[in-house]
């Protein structure tokens, strides 16, 4: 099938070069910092795939990939790209809830095959997570798996609950602890906007800013909530039932997150197109920096945009 890859879920992204004889299902989503990885296909959709706000997965029912299948790929992306691979990205969703023995095998597979691999990352689902014994995630560490990306969202529950998450704070919390302690990198992806206008808009910053604080992820990615077509969010903000932030709120909400984070050096990736202002910085040695940056914003508002509804930058 014709390779399609997008960037986390949200916009259209070209394919890694020589990769016609590499197989994929359906289109491709990675983080934005695996833009340079091969991406590997290991399972098909997410295991959860109920959150209101992605449409990543919709078109197509969860199911593992079997072992030769995946192998057989692994062979084909070496013949493709070479022995000096660097990256490889582990898809679909979750790719954590496949059983260690499998995932010991690849990762073992992939070190064969790449010699000069240094990151393997994968995204995680916290009850895919936290079916796995520590045990079991600092073997897949020692095998290889050095980077994962947890779908936090919010610290809030009334949030979690609200999206459908599958998870509420301390189980999102305990799976990212488990993370951190079986040695692997941890991006907590964190979205802008999820609690909705007024009051709700800043009590999710404040827990949020709360969970990474007790979390102590390596990595935050940040993202803006942005109503996806054919999404329960989607029909919700159709309806008048949710209200999304206008550009100026989103910033405000930033700027809470990154007043009430404490924890030291943690990476900062606001880069995403979805988000009105794109940022990077470390914390704590960019966070005045960084609140400046949007103290200059809000001082210099466009009229036109205030009060708007805020769909991204695309």
């Given amino acids: 099938m014709l390779c399609q890859i997008f960037s986390s879920g949200l916009h259209y992204n070209s394919c890694l070069k020589k990769v016609n004889s590499v197989r994929y299902e359906g289109k491709i989503f990675r983080p934005p910092l695996e833009g340079d990885s091969y991406l590997l296909q290991c399972t098909i959709g997410c295991s959860h795939n109920q959150c209101t706000f992605c449409g990543m997965y919709k078109d197509r029912r969860y199911r593992m990939r079997s072992l030769p299948e995946i192998i057989g790929d692994i062979k084909m992306a070496k013949v493709a790209l070479g022995r000096r691979l660097l990256k490889v990205f582990l898809g679909d969703g979750d790719a954590i809830t496949i059983e260690t023995e499998m995932l010991l095998e690849i990762l073992s597979e992939l070190s064969d095959a790449f010699p000069y691999l240094r990151q393997v990352g994968t995204y995680v689902g916290p009850q895919g997570t936290l079916n796995k014994s520590i045990d079991e995630l600092k073997q897949l560490r020692t095998a290889g798996l050095t980077m994962t990306y947890l779908g936090v969202e919010s610290g809030d529950d009334q949030v979690l609950e609200a999206v459908r998450k599958g998870?509420?704070?301390?189980?999102?919390?305990?799976?990212?602890?488990?993370?951190?302690?079986?040695?692997?990198?941890?991006?907590?992806?964190?979205?802008?906007?999820?609690?909705?206008?007024?009051?709700?808009?800043?009590?999710?910053?404040?827990?949020?800013?709360?969970?990474?604080?007790?979390?102590?992820?390596?990595?935050i990615g940040i993202l803006t909530t942005v109503p996806v077509e054919n999404t329960s969010l989607f029909r919700q903000v159709e309806k008048g039932k949710f209200q999304l932030l206008d550009a100026y709120e989103t910033l405000e909400e930033m700027k809470i997150l990154f007043e009430n984070i404490t924890i030291e050096n943690l990476g900062i990736d606001g880069t995403h197109v979805s988000n009105f202002l794109p940022m990077m910085g470390r914390m704590q040695k960019d966070k005045q920096k960084l609140i400046d940056q949007i103290d200059n914003v809000l001082k210099n508002k466009n009229t036109d945009l205030m009060g708007v509804p805020y769909i991204g930058r695309f």
């Avoid at 692997?184 to 910053?205: C, F, N, P, Q, W």
């Fill in 167 to 219: 998870a509420v704070s301390s189980e999102m919390l305990q799976a990212g602890l488990n993370i951190i302690e079986s040695g692997m990198g941890l991006t907590a992806m964190v979205m802008l906007g999820l609690g909705g206008r007024g009051e709700g808009s800043k009590a999710h910053a404040l827990a949020t800013a709360e969970m990474i604080n007790e979390m102590k992820p390596h990595n």
